[in-house]
């Protein structure tokens, strides 16, 4: 089996080095080739795998969807980011040597892969589009230094309140499979999965295999019920407003915007977004859990 393993070795957590990584995978039985997601990566993911295995955050995992030749190859996840959504939605949870040992009993499951048009060109997602505060507070964030690893999370949540309590409605009129909505939303999201950001499960219906996407949209009035949701997100829904649909369009003017973990300033003049899915989804393996996979 042709294995690549693509290591992030600045991801968020502490975990094993590019070496030992290698050497558990070779104890596994596998016989990877290493490549760092720091280097050229790009070229080596256009090559010809039967398995990649990422070992890296939520932003590892994308770009590594994003090169992939071919959709057809599987794709592993030992989550040592510091947000792990797409792990975290897949079931893929443990330390490494656990999941490390279960790949080769390990089921495939689909992962869907949005697909973004607008201004930036062609882009393919795995977590969200958003417009508005969350995309806003990601900017604010962007190319700064990085809080401590066991903080980020908390931090990331906190500065997601500070921008929500500052924050203004904004006029959006976004059409879902031709059904046209207008409203003043503090932010909208456009999602793949149910968790985004810094590991906020903002909707408990998305669903990352069953080619649709969650719209969600917080309203005016729901600003401080939403504040107090971010103080505990896990234990209650959140005061959004959830629609479904697999066509997405919307005209995007005043507010930031993001793909993932990319963000884009407000453009200089209104751009049209189209969202749809990818045709083509992805196969991850998931390790059964302990004891389960006899």
């Known amino acids: 089996m042709r294995t690549l393993l693509l290591h992030?070795?600045?991801a968020g957590a502490e975990h094993p080095s590019a070496e030992e990584l290698m050497d558990l995978l070779t104890d596994a039985g596998f016989s990877p080739k290493y490549q760092s997601s720091k280097n050229d990566y790009k070229n080596t993911l256009r090559k010809d795998w039967d398995l990649v295995i990422v070992a890296g955050g939520d932003g590892t995992v994308a770009r590594a969807?994003?090169?992939?030749?071919?959709?057809?190859?599987?794709?592993?996840?030992?989550?040592?980011?510091?947000a792990n959504n797409i792990a975290r939605t897949l079931g893929?949870?443990?330390?490494?040597?656990?999941?490390?040992?279960?790949?080769?009993r390990a089921k495939?499951?689909?992962?869907?892969?949005?697909?973004?048009r607008g201004?930036?060109?062609?882009?393919?997602f795995l977590e969200a589009v958003g417009f508005g505060t969350i995309a806003k507070a990601m900017a604010h964030s962007d190319g700064g230094p990085k809080p401590p690893v066991e903080l980020r999370i908390h931090w990331g949540r906190e500065d997601l309140q500070q921008f929500l309590e500052e924050a203004t409605a904004e006029l959006f009129e976004i059409t879902i499979d031709r059904e046209v909505f207008t409203g003043e939303f503090l932010l909208l999201e456009i999602l793949n999965l149910g968790r985004t950001g810094p590991a906020l499960p903002i909707s408990s219906t998305a669903a990352h295999d069953d080619g649709h996407f969650d719209i969600v949209f917080l309203f005016k009035k729901d600003k401080?019920?939403?504040?107090?949701?971010?103080?505990n997100p896990e234990g209650e829904p959140p005061p959004v407003t959830v629609r479904r649909g697999r066509d997405i369009r919307l005209n995007w003017e005043h507010?930031?915007?993001?793909?993932?973990?990319?963000v884009y300033h407000p453009p200089e003049s209104a751009s049209q977004v189209e969202i749809t899915l990818d045709e083509c989804g992805l196969r991850v393996l998931v390790p059964l859990p302990v004891g389960l996979g006899g």
């Not at 969807?65 to 510091?82: Q, S």
């Not at 201004?119 to 393919?124: A, L």
Request: aromatic residues 4%; positive net charge.
């Open 8 to 10: 992030n070795p600045a």
């Open 92 to 104: 893929v949870s443990g330390d490494t040597k656990t999941l490390i040992s279960g790949l080769r």
């Open 119 to 124: 201004p930036w060109g062609e882009r393919r």
């Open 108 to 116: 495939p499951r689909r992962l869907d892969i949005g697909l973004a």
């Open 224 to 231: 401080a019920p939403m504040l107090s949701w971010l103080e």
């Open 255 to 262: 507010s930031h915007a993001r793909i993932d973990d990319r």
């Open 65 to 82: 969807a994003r090169a992939l030749r071919a959709r057809d190859t599987l794709l592993a996840i030992l989550p040592v980011g510091t």
